[in-house]
């Protein structure tokens, strides 16, 4: 079974940065990809950033786009959400999720990880 397995939310103050893990097991073959989504309060489910784990390739959301990077340890089976310059409105419950490689439609993931809490804020 695929597991997706989702940690390193904590709180940071504006401007800080934080790195987000994803842990993942349980794909058969190569043709899959894992993106991050996340989850504000009030706010719908939305997609912001996509790696296939396998090609490198790599999709970021504009509001993310310079201060996320997605990245992949593949020998770790792990993927990585570096998180720069964050501001408060970065503030929600990160998921990861799969398959991305089309649409980072939350509504199309087959496979989702437990969130885990960012909170930035002085």
């Known amino acids: 079974d695929v597991q997706l397995q989702a940690s390193g939310g904590g709180l940071v103050q504006p401007g800080g940065s934080l790195r987000l893990s994803c842990a993942a097991s349980?794909?058969?073959?190569?043709?899959?990809?894992i993106g991050w989504f996340r989850q504000a309060p009030g706010e719908e489910r939305e997609g912001i950033s996509c790696?296939?784990?396998?090609?490198?390739?790599?999709y970021y959301t504009d509001n993310v786009k310079g201060r996320f990077t997605i990245s992949t340890d593949n020998a770790k089976n792990t993927v990585y959400l570096q998180m720069n310059s964050l501001k408060p409105e970065d503030t929600a419950v990160y998921y990861c999720?799969?398959?991305?490689?089309?649409?980072?439609?939350?509504?199309?993931?087959?496979?989702w990880g437990k969130g885990t809490l960012v909170t930035v804020s002085s």
């Open positions: 999720a799969a398959d991305c490689r089309t649409t980072m439609d939350a509504d199309a993931m087959n496979y």
């Open positions: 349980g794909f058969t073959g190569d043709e899959y990809a």
């Open positions: 790696i296939s784990p396998s090609y490198g390739s790599t």
